[in-house]
């Protein structure tokens, strides 16, 4: 696997991911979480296909920042590009989207476990 690869996923705010409903705020306004679960999902869906089957990625640090509420209705995307491939530990820059406005920033490290060992050692 090397740098370069790069990822897109996408959401539109409703009830369910809002700062309100996910506990994270009072606002019905995007959740913080919900944008850091679209910059994994763009980060982890990037590099699924350069895995072996029964490997996967687990998301070891995320350091972002929430810069602007997005409201009910509107749709977010979430690009990432992996940075860094540094053995099994992988760095993307993350970044978050209402149209053309940004509206948050990551940086993302995840990290390719073998699955089935992976649940075994926290089973």
Do not use: C, W
Request: glycine letters at 6%; hydrophobic letters at 45%.
């Amino acid at each position: 696997m090397k740098a370069g690869i790069t990822g897109e996923a996408r959401l539109i705010v409703t009830e369910n991911n809002t700062a309100e409903t996910m506990k994270s705020g009072t606002l019905p306004v995007l959740a913080t979480p919900a944008v850091a679960a679209l910059m994994e999902q763009a980060s982890q869906e990037s590099v699924t296909p350069e895995l072996a089957e029964n490997e996967t990625t687990v998301g070891i640090s995320l350091n972002m920042k929430h810069i602007k509420a997005t409201g009910l209705g509107k749709e977010v995307y979430a690009k990432s590009v992996l940075t860094e491939v540094d053995g099994r530990r992988l760095v993307f820059e993350a970044t978050a989207y209402e149209g053309e406005t940004m509206i948050a920033s990551a940086v993302h490290e995840r990290f390719v476990v073998d699955a089935v060992r992976f649940l075994e050692k926290i089973n």
